[in-house]
């Protein structure tokens, strides 16, 4: 037995019970996956955004950003296709906050369960704007909670390696994008692909909360995102190329999300606008293979530590990584629509 203290929480199909999915949210997040499974299979020239916080702690100032995102997706919509990224659990380096779901009072009291729910209810939330919501999973119990109301899935750097979470994906209902390795390997990636697209077997939950042999059929919507990584970014030209042509050696679609931000903008937010546009230019000049981009961005640039007195927190400001402020977002995605407008069917 392992030396540690055990709670109670809920069991997935309990909170389902008190927080259903109405027909209207379910049928944002069926539209909000096939829209993307049909980006990765060129059948929609869009390109996919993800965008949003780099983690939701505050879910009043996270509902008002996805107010605004709606908005911005509604009048974008002919040449973008936005999803909102709402981040409920980090992986740390070594530690700090984990996220909505592991703290949600941020205080280290860690009440997971009431982490689990205040996540389902802003997913609820967001769907309920019409706007589809992607995540990274990093708890390989989190997407029993809430894994209804995902349309697009990442998994973060630090664990594209792990078993675990390719079993995970692998029986996941949305695409899943596995980000290329901290070192900046897109090797890891590419077997993470592989591997995910195949059934497996192993040990899991149900959702009455019992333990059970989980077995996926295999999920042929992976696809790889460039984070940059190992002390230089890899959204450069170049580099899409080698990627390429490492997906294609292993009879991989050849698809692609970068992420402006992470080692591709050293971290630096202002740099973020800067890798977009780079990245739009080279889908400009023909490049096929960039299906999507990754934006963090909130209602204030820039971040903050989280203070001793909560009521310190700034409104809108990211407690985790730095993200681009929303006026900067509005501007950076309406040039990005500009600048892809009248090239319908450039992917096709
Ligand atoms: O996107 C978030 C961070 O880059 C990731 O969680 C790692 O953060 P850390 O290095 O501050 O722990
Ligand atoms: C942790 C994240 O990214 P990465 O896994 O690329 O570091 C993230 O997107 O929040």
């Known amino acids: 037995m392992p030396d540690a203290i055990f709670e109670q929480v809920p069991a997935p199909a309990e909170m389902y019970r008190r927080m259903p999915a109405s027909e209207r949210i379910a049928a944002t997040v069926q539209a909000g996956r096939q829209t993307i499974r049909d980006i990765l299979d060129r059948k929609d020239d869009r390109l996919l955004v993800v965008v949003g916080p780099c983690s939701i702690h505050d ?31 980090k992986p740390r380096t070594t530690v700090g906050w984990k996220g909505l779901v592991n703290d949600p009072h941020m205080d280290d009291s860690c009440r997971i ?14 769907n309920a704007l019409g706007l589809p919501v992607a995540t990274e999973a990093l708890d390989p119990l989190s997407p029993h909670y809430f894994g ?19 079993e995970l994906s692998s ?10 390795g901290t070192d900046g390997s897109v090797e890891t990636a590419v077997n993470a692909i592989l591997s995910a697209a195949c059934p497996h077997a192993f040990m899991g939950m149900d959702q009455d909360g019992r333990p059970a042999i989980v077995r996926t059929q295999g999920n042929r919507y992976c696809h790889l995102v460039m984070r940059g990584g190992g002390g230089r970014p890899n959204y450069d030209t170049v580099s899409i190329h080698l990627a390429e042509k490492a997906l294609e050696k292993h009879h991989i679609p050849a698809n692609i999300i970068v992420d402006c931000a992470h080692a591709n903008s050293w971290k630096q937010h202002a740099l973020q606008p800067v890798v977009l546009a ?30 001793a007195d909560l ?19 509005e501007k950076i995605l309406r040039q990005a629509g500009q600048r892809l ?4 069917g450039w992917q096709a």
């Open 311 to 329: 009521g310190d927190l700034r409104y809108g400001c990211s407690v985790t990584d730095a993200c681009v402020s929303w006026p900067t977002t």
């Open 59 to 89: 879910t009043e100032a996270g509902l008002d950003y996805a107010q605004r995102l709606a908005a911005l997706a509604d009048e974008l919509s002919d040449t973008l296709y936005v999803v909102m990224r709402a981040y409920f659990e």
């Open 113 to 126: 369960g009431e982490g689990m729910a205040r996540a389902r209810q802003f997913l609820l939330a967001v």
């Open 341 to 344: 407008a009248g090239r319908r």
């Open 278 to 307: 780079d990245v739009v230019n080279q889908i400009r000049e023909g490049n096929r293979a960039i299906r999507g981009v990754m934006i963090e961005s909130f209602i204030e640039a820039g971040n903050q530590p989280i203070p």
């Open 148 to 166: 209804d109301l995902i349309s697009w899935t990442a998994i973060g750097a630090r664990t594209t390696e792990s078993q675990v979470h390719r």
């Open 171 to 180: 029986g996941l209902a949305t695409p899943v994008g596995f980000k290329n």
